[in-house]
């Protein structure tokens, strides 16, 4: 009898595309040249312009493992991202944010701290800057419980990091991570669902980290995958198009806040 071959895991890495076309194709570029686990990427184009959608077209007829999907706004973040994870054929389903870029063998290591234990459900990699300096780790997940429950959750920076801090590069698990760049196994989307769109625009990582662990899913923070992240709120253009149409609608933050605390019943905290 021969030895047979091993099928090896597929991952779908779930991105939004909306408008930052430049960093959106760094972030493609450097997923496509620094994967070396089997992948598909999963693009939501939204309200795409016709130079993007020439790009995209050209990348789709060089890379089959490359989906496109083209909606218009309206569906926000929730919604979006529950249109890529309709499309995914993978083991694991990765959100990732388009203006990430990732260090070789980030997929590898993600999937390798998932397969540590059955009931370890999410895992997410380390946030940098382009400095250096930590973006989001476990230390800044800020979370306290009473009685086993969730009663206040947020971002909790209360020092900075470097990435070779000592403190930021310990395994562990935590309460909730960003989906800046987060690993979840697909058993988990099955059985807890997707994104719950009550919510809109934000908290929807931390609605989704809350619901697994409900359903007994582990949230790992993993130091060993490093990946960088681009934006920086102290330095963009707050009345541009992206951010003041679609990202920083307070209206959405505010409406997404109050559901949020109602919906579990804690206190949104945070200190960044």
């Known amino acids: 009898m021969g030895t047979g071959c091993v ?8 991105m939004i595309s909306l408008l930052r076309y430049e960093v959106t194709k760094r972030c493609i570029k450097a997923i496509f040249e620094r994967t070396q686990a089997a992948f598909e990427l999963v693009v939501v184009a939204v309200d795409c312009e016709e130079e993007m959608r020439r790009y995209f077209d050209d990348l789709q007829g060089k890379n089959e493992n490359l989906k496109v999907l083209y909606i218009k706004s309206g569906l926000g973040t929730t919604g979006s991202r529950n249109v890529g994870i309709r499309a995914c054929s993978g083991d694991y389903i ?6 990430v870029l990732v260090s070789r063998g980030w997929l590898t290591g993600l999937e390798r701290v998932a397969e540590g234990s059955s009931d370890i459900g ?3 990699a380390k946030i940098l800057r ?8 476990s230390k800044y997940m800020g979370a306290k419980l009473e009685g086993g429950r969730v009663v206040e959750i947020g971002l909790q920076k209360l020092k900075t990091y470097g990435g ?14 960003p989906t800046t ?30 619901r697994s662990r409900k359903a007994g899913y582990k949230i790992i923070y993993a130091p060993s995958v490093e ?27 505010e409406r997404d806040n109050r559901n949020f605390e109602k919906r579990w019943g804690l206190k949104l905290s945070d200190t960044w």
């Open 227 to 253: 990946v960088v992240h681009l934006h920086n709120y102290k330095t963009v253009d707050r009345k541009g198009k992206y951010h003041s149409k679609y990202r920083l609608r307070m209206d959405y933050i």
């Open 7 to 14: 099928l090896m895991a597929l991952a779908s890495i779930v």
């Open 130 to 137: 382009e400095n250096g300096e930590v973006y989001y780790c």
């Open 164 to 177: 070779d801090d000592p403190e930021v590069n310990i395994e562990e698990e935590v309460v909730w991570y």
């Open 94 to 99: 990765v959100f990732m944010d388009n203006d």
């Open 181 to 210: 760049t987060l690993l979840v196994k697909k058993e988990v989307i099955e059985r807890v669902g997707g994104f719950d769109e009550y919510l809109f625009l934000v908290n929807e990582d931390k609605d989704l980290c809350l």
């Open 122 to 124: 999410l895992v997410g």
